[in-house]
């Protein structure tokens, strides 16, 4: 892609599901060229799905910047805040969502992955083999646990573990979160809805992303582990590896394995095999 800094390539995968319990997919994903996010829908069938897709609609034309910085991302959750709150819904059921992931940009003319994020789907990176939550939670378990009211193992069954505190379709406008993190060879960065960490641990999602050098694999795998475990909410997985990363032998091309864009019923991760002995 023209703008890139020299060497810069990706390969990615993605898969999505609505879960075991859930009848709608109300997550939406955007995977293309130097941009990958995933929203989190809330509020249910035309307030929720439709919140996530204008959200990555509005995201969508980053794709086309030579350089990306966080001055262009703020303009496009302007617009996506705008198009969330237009969203028709019942009385006292408002739209909204979720939005996290990466974008290529660039520093002094390196290369680097710009974090975003608004509200607990989240954003990681795997770096010489250690998987980091990069993206902070905005929930209210997160806020007692950093006041110490709760324990990191407390949080994931506390009755409001999925109460938001900022989301894209607020009454007020919410502030992202932004981060700067060089990219490296090997790198390896996963961008998922709270469907994923809500039933697999991060020390099991690591696992699985050290075991599986193909990103739509592993992409495939996640999402299948996450139904096998509960499956209670929509799941999304976008993975994208760096250049070099996990010994590629392909062209560098940054098409993905599928050409999808958007969460959808036909997004069904391929069949894969969960014995205990078998987790390579």
Known sequence: MSGWP???????????????????????????????????????????EVASSATVDALRPLGALATVSPEDVRDRLVVAQDDVRAISTEPGRGAGTTVTGVVVAQMEGMPYWLVVNIGDSRTYQMSHGVLEQLSVDHSEVQEMVDAGLLTATEALTHPRRHVVTRAVGASLPPEPDFCWVPIAARDRMLVCSDGLTGELSDERIAEILLAQPDPQAAADRLVNE???????????????????????????????????????????????????????
Not at 22 to 47: I, Y
């Open 226 to 280: 996450a139904i096998v475990a509960g499956g209670r909410d929509n799941i999304t997985v976008v993975v994208v590896d760096a250049t070099g990363a996990w010994g590629d032998t392909s062209d560098g091309s940054t098409a993905p394995r599928e050409n999808l864009e958007y969460a959808d019923e036909d997004t069904l991760p391929r069949e894969i095999r969960l014995q205990m002995g078998d987790r390579s």
């Open 6 to 48: 020299a060497g810069v390539s990706l390969v990615w995968g993605a898969s999505s599901h609505r879960g075991a319990r859930r009848l709608l997919n109300e997550d939406s994903f955007l995977a293309a060229g130097s941009v990958f996010f995933v929203a989190d829908g809330m509020g249910g069938h035309d307030a929720g």
